[in-house]
């Protein structure tokens, strides 16, 4: 009995890797997605990048300093936050924009909850929202490979226009610097689910779900529902993003297998709805913050029963 264990905060991973090991690879599989923007809207977009990373991890720095709590920018959180939060931004957004949203995400959402572990919904999420109801018209701009602002794939959607599933696939359209290139987003999404930090059962429920609410609502409003309107809707805006790293954030999602389909789904159904019924084109931001909302109801919900006791009864 001597011999103690101390339990620390969440996340709690069942595994021999900590939680900057983690971080590091989530960093690496964001990678090819920031890479992609990089290449195709410009440097400016690597400053946008930059901006929002040293945010984040200077507001965790001095937060912690002022308040004499133990340094934690070493887990490499707030970096994650800052490059999640930058592929949410487009290139040419004004620099104070990155500085403000890394400062809402780190401070208001993390910080002030506790920090790591403590937080009820994603940071970087939360920070795309409050920018996007402060400064709508500055958040809706998105620049082509060209420079020149255009509508995205799913505003020309609503036109009734669609876009070459090629372009959709690379990312060589108009979008956010780290949401537009799906092919690099599935790269990171094998890596994380080859390194086992993430499962696929989140990713997979919430794009296959989203894809069938998409049908349905389509098919309700009279829409020309087709193979073509719904590749689309997967493959524009957050939604794949979405789907592999921030959906399937360690905090602010289920631990349970029954709840994370229930999460997923119910953010696929939220995704959609929006999107076909909205005044915005995209949704997949507002669907994830409202389910990590949730999340301790659908855990509550899904908790599998104690060996020899009925669900709900007291110890």
């Not at 919900?301 to 669900?311: D, H, L, M, Q, V």
Request: hydrophobic share 50%; with cysteine; charged share 10%.
């Amino acid at each position: 009995m001597s011999k103690l264990y101390n339990v620390s905060l969440s996340p709690h991973i069942r595994a021999k890797d900590t939680t900057m090991s983690i971080m590091l690879d989530v960093i690496i599989a964001l990678i090819p997605a920031l890479a992609v923007g990089v290449y195709v809207y410009g440097l400016r977009a690597l400053w946008v990048i930059a901006l929002s990373v040293l945010s984040c991890v200077a507001c965790e720095y001095i937060y912690e300093k002022l308040l004499k709590l133990p340094n934690t920018i070493g887990d490499l959180s707030a970096v994650v936050t800052g490059l999640i939060l930058a592929m949410n931004l487009y290139s040419t957004a004004p620099w104070w924009l990155p500085v403000l949203g890394g400062a809402f995400a780190i401070i208001v959402v993390k910080m002030l909850y506790g920090g790591l572990g403590q937080n009820f919904m994603n940071p970087a999420l939360a920070a795309r929202c409050f920018l996007l109801i402060s400064f709508p018209t500055i958040m809706t701009v998105y620049p082509t490979v060209d420079g020149v602002s255009s509508a995205t794939p799913l505003a020309l959607l609503r036109e009734g226009t669609l876009t070459d599933f090629g372009t959709l696939f690379l990312g060589t359209h108009s979008g956010t610097i780290g949401e537009t290139s799906c092919a690099a987003i599935l790269i990171g999404a094998v890596y994380l689910i080859v390194k086992r930090v993430i499962s696929p059962r989140i990713p997979l429920c919430m794009i296959g779900s989203a894809a069938v609410f998409v049908a349905i609502f389509g098919l309700a409003k009279g829409q020309d529902v087709g193979v073509s309107f719904i590749m689309t809707h997967i493959l524009s805006g957050g939604l794949m993003a979405g789907a592999v790293f921030m959906a399937t954030d360690y905090v602010t999602s289920p631990v349970t297998k029954w709840g994370q389909v229930i999460f997923a789904v119910l953010i696929g159904f939220l995704s959609a709805f929006i999107r076909m019924y909205g005044g915005s084109t995209e949704g997949v931001s507002y669907a994830i913050i409202i389910a990590n909302l949730l999340t301790p109801l659908i855990e509550k919900a899904t908790s599998p029963k104690p060996f020899g006791t009925e669900r709900g009864a007291k110890a």
